[in-house]
């Protein structure tokens, strides 16, 4: 499975993009940066989309994507995300007010709608671009939801923007060929309040959630810093021993 990193930030700014991942080209997993990374071209080989939760800095590439690809698009992108993630990407962003909804528009130049959204209830494992994904609830602000994604062989754990949570590492231990995690880590210790009430982790937290997992062999791969505390949250992160912790790039491209 290739897996490189568009944008891995908790916020913008210059060289520090919003989450989006490619799997094998053709698969995004949220599209905070997708098309400010991506040329054209490698923008028409996605098929389809996984989309964590409805948060602008996960979702706000949709738009420009689907502009992008009208008129240039063999067949329809397929979006998939848990009911409530759906039903608020179509009523509060391609509602015809904020953006068109490029999931009606067709015309002479595209017979077929960009885009095409698809709900799902969560935790049924269904067959996405050639792997097996099971989507899991976890613990934010709005319904948020971790990705395991396997090929087969292996299982890559990719859990969205969430505080504390329980049944997705559950889930977890139980995966044998589970091959690396995304976890986030969006404040340092110092705002650990603030990351609770907006249901992020810090460092402290990352680790209990690290520890929940109890697999200190599986690699941790740590997104979504704060660009403003990013350093303080770095060096918090080293004073982590025992598990295999690696803050992702922008322009990581890893192999599992
Ligand atoms: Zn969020
Ligand atoms: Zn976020």
Not at 14 to 33: M, Q
Request: positive net charge.
């Amino acid at each position: 499975m290739k897996f490189r990193v568009l944008g891995c930030s908790g916020g913008q700014v210059p060289g520090k993009n919003l989450s989006s991942y490619l799997v094998n080209d053709s698969l995004l997993i949220d599209s905070g940066s997708v098309t400010s990374v991506l040329d054209l071209r490698a923008q028409q080989q996605i098929r389809n989309i996984l989309i964590t939760h409805v948060h602008l800095d996960h979702v706000m590439g949709l738009a420009t994507m689907a502009d992008n690809l009208f008129g240039n698009c063999k067949s329809t992108v397929h979006v998939w995300g848990i009911d409530e993630v759906i039903a608020a990407i179509k009523s509060s962003f391609f509602n015809d007010t904020v953006w068109p909804d490029f999931t009606q528009i067709t015309g002479d130049s595209q017979p077929w709608p960009v885009m095409t959204f698809h709900s799902l209830a969560g935790e049924d494992p269904m067959p996405i671009a050639g792997l097996t994904v099971i989507m899991v609830r976890v613990n934010h602000v709005v319904p948020s939801t971790a990705f395991f994604i396997d090929d087969g062989k292996k299982t890559l754990l990719h859990v969205g923007d969430t505080g504390p949570t329980e049944r997705v590492w559950q889930i977890a231990r139980r995966k044998r060929n589970l091959c690396a995690v995304v976890l986030e880590a969006s404040f340092p210790n110092r705002l650990q309040s603030h990351a609770d009430m907006s249901r992020h982790l810090t460092p402290r937290t990352l680790a209990h959630e690290v520890e929940k997992l109890g697999r200190p062999s599986v690699p941790i791969l740590v997104t979504h810093l704060k660009p403003q505390y990013r350093l303080e949250i770095i060096r918090e992160l080293k004073k982590i021993k025992g598990y295999r912790l690696r803050i992702l790039k922008e322009g990581n491209s890893l192999r599992f």
